[in-house]
């Protein structure tokens, strides 16, 4: 079975441009997360989309959003990208919501904001 | 404010020596606690606790929860080089936050030859 895919590997953006990144989850998982890994902070949660609805949302601005398509596929997109916004950004399936499953990672995007 | 708390935040060993990685929480509804390891890349799963005082283990990696004082250990015996990593601490609760884990800021780990 595949694992979760992540696409680009590496972004390099200015600032002020928007980015779209794009994350596969494992074949039959319907559950993605996505989370923003910097040295500074370590690994927040950003969002989770099930069945192609946000769940649940962590704290980040509204230049971050996301959506999930009728495959499972997510999207996330950060509109006006400033420095800060340089991270790896990583994002997660698992089999089902409230499943006791733990959710596996993909290999992340590298977003560097010149 | 839920947080997950990881000590030390960076560790160097020699080859054989044994390490205790520390992660203690404060986290409302406790669903789970996960140890991940992180080399380059994504983080791969290492265990997952639910229940105080039972022991998880895989070959000589070991963790264990107690939820009465709310903290978690993950052992490593005989380290190895290839031990050197990133390892995380993360915190699952239940409610309104399904599907998002809370995580420390990880224990950077490098085993010396």
């Known amino acids: 079975k595949a694992g979760v895919t992540q696409t680009p590997r590496y972004l390099i953006k200015t600032r002020g441009q928007q980015v779209t990144l794009s994350c596969s989850p494992i074949s039959g998982h319907r559950s993605v997360s996505w989370y923003q890994q910097t040295p500074g902070q370590g690994l927040q949660f950003l969002f989770e989309y099930f069945s192609e609805t946000q769940r649940n949302k962590g704290n980040f601005p509204g230049r971050f959003s996301g959506r999930q398509f009728s495959n499972s596929r997510s999207e996330m997109n950060v509109s006006t990208l400033e420095l800060g916004d340089s991270a790896l950004y990583l994002c997660?399936?698992?089999?089902?919501?409230?499943?006791?499953?733990?959710?596996?990672f993909g290999p992340g995007t590298r977003l560097t904001v010149l | 404010e839920d947080k997950v708390v990881q000590s030390p935040l960076s560790l160097v060993v020699h080859e054989g020596d044994t390490v205790t990685l520390n992660c203690s929480y404060e986290v409302t509804n406790f669903r789970s606690l996960l140890w991940y390891k992180q080399e380059k890349k994504a983080p791969t799963f290492l265990f997952m606790l639910t229940s105080s005082g039972i022991e998880k283990k895989s070959g000589r990696l070991s963790s264990i929860l107690d939820k009465k004082e709310l903290f978690s250990i993950l052992n490593i015996t005989a380290t190895q080089t290839g031990d050197s990593a990133i390892y995380l601490c993360?915190?699952?609760?239940?409610?309104?936050?399904?599907?998002?884990?809370?995580f420390g800021k990880g224990t950077k780990l490098s085993v010396k030859p």
């Open positions: 997660a399936s698992r089999a089902r919501q409230g499943d006791r499953d733990t959710q596996y």
């Open positions: 993360a915190v699952e609760n239940y409610g309104g936050s399904q599907g998002n884990l809370i």
